[in-house]
């Protein structure tokens, strides 16, 4: 607890400086791993079906008493668990909604890769800073396509909410004829199953690297949607796109890409689409001075210590770059994800 200083009668009202934030930083990385060994250990999947005591909790799951208490009461005391006078441990509503894997808005897969992929590359940061750019690039195929293959399931659960939020403002299903949805960078497939769920007339054409295919068309298979999917393999500046489409998605992509590569992208997308078809563009946006939000700025720290070139970027900054492609029209729509949509037209 920060200490408050009770001023004299006679002298002036001062705000003494507290060092309580510096403290709650410099212990920072250990919320996101004591979550991650939570997950692992499944201690929210045990605690859905009720409260539990400690040993109860140790027989479910094959973990320690003791490695258990230590985290258990850090997540007690992060409003993740509740703990009542009789010691039993239970689920709080965020974690029943968001931190049990069997249910649908399950957000634990980012985190599952905290201590294997996430904090060892964060590790070097300071080395990173100096040079610009990290040794290996996760955007760069050799390099990512393996981290990728397993990455984008864990995070479809981000996306999801967001694809529907999308596929209930465009109501493709009142078009009346075929639909052609252009996925790129489509990784588990999200957004195109999400528009090709919404109407019976749509078709997706999912782009992405030969390595995350595979996953992406496992993932469509799941939900019953393959007849309605087409893969198309590659670098998404080289790759097919077709022609013709009514609807193209970016889900997370731009961010990753960098100012050059995304512009060349937006430009190629545009190609790619009939008169009147809606660009729709995802990403961890920030303002236009870039003083916030925190989490698109921590992102944009999170692309240098991971790519070539990328960043977070302002919906000024992917608005003109839409312009500049011949897109008209660009507008956020509000979403269940980490910012709002950008949405821009083909005239």
Avoid: C
């Avoid at 410099?26 to 997950?39: S, V």
């Avoid at 929210?44 to 009461?73: H, K, M, Y």
């Avoid at 588990?188 to 749509?202: E, K, N, Y």
């Avoid at 236009?288 to 692309?303: S, Y």
């Amino acid at each position: 607890m920060a200490t408050t200083l009770s001023p004299s009668a006679n002298a002036p009202a001062t705000s003494t400086p507290s060092p309580e934030r510096i403290m709650q930083m410099a212990w920072g990385y250990a919320p996101p791993l004591i979550l991650e060994t939570a997950i692992r250990h499944r201690i929210f999947d045990v605690l859905d079906n009720g409260p539990l005591s400690l040993s109860e909790i140790a027989q479910a799951t094959g973990a320690s008493e003791r490695g258990l208490a230590a985290i258990l009461n850090v997540l007690v005391g992060l409003d993740f668990l509740a703990k009542d006078a009789q010691g039993q441990y239970a689920l709080t509503p965020e974690s029943a909604a968001f931190l049990v894997s069997t249910k649908p808005a399950f957000q634990g897969g980012l985190l599952r890769h905290t201590s294997e992929h996430l904090l060892p590359k964060w590790l070097g940061l300071h080395e990173i800073v100096a040079a610009g750019a990290p040794d290996a690039a996760v955007n760069r195929q050799e390099n990512g396509s393996a981290f990728f293959e397993n990455f984008v399931n864990d995070i479809f659960p981000m996306s999801y909410p967001a694809a529907q939020d999308l596929a209930h403002y465009l109501r493709l299903d009142l078009m009346g004829r075929p639909v052609s949805v252009l996925d790129l960078a489509a990784g588990s497939g999200v957004w195109g199953i999400a528009l090709a769920q919404s109407a019976p007339s749509v078709s997706v054409r999912a782009v992405d690297w030969p390595g995350v295919l595979p996953v992406t068309r496992k993932t469509v298979a799941r939900f019953g949607l393959s007849s309605r999917f087409e893969f198309a393999a590659g670098d998404l500046l080289e790759a097919d796109f077709g022609a013709g489409h009514h609807v193209a998605t970016l889900g997370h992509i731009l961010h990753s890409e960098g100012v050059a590569r995304s512009r060349a992208l937006l430009q190629k997308t545009f190609a790619a689409l009939a008169p009147g078809a809606t660009i729709a563009i995802a990403e961890f946006l920030v303002n236009a001075d870039r003083t916030g939000p925190v989490i698109g700025l921590i992102f944009a720290a999170n692309m240098l210590v991971n790519t070539e070139n990328g960043d977070t970027y302002s919906f000024e900054e992917i608005a003109a770059w839409l312009a500049e492609a011949g897109f008209v029209d660009a507008r956020t729509l509000a979403s269940r994800g980490p910012s709002p949509l950008i949405l821009a037209n083909k005239p």
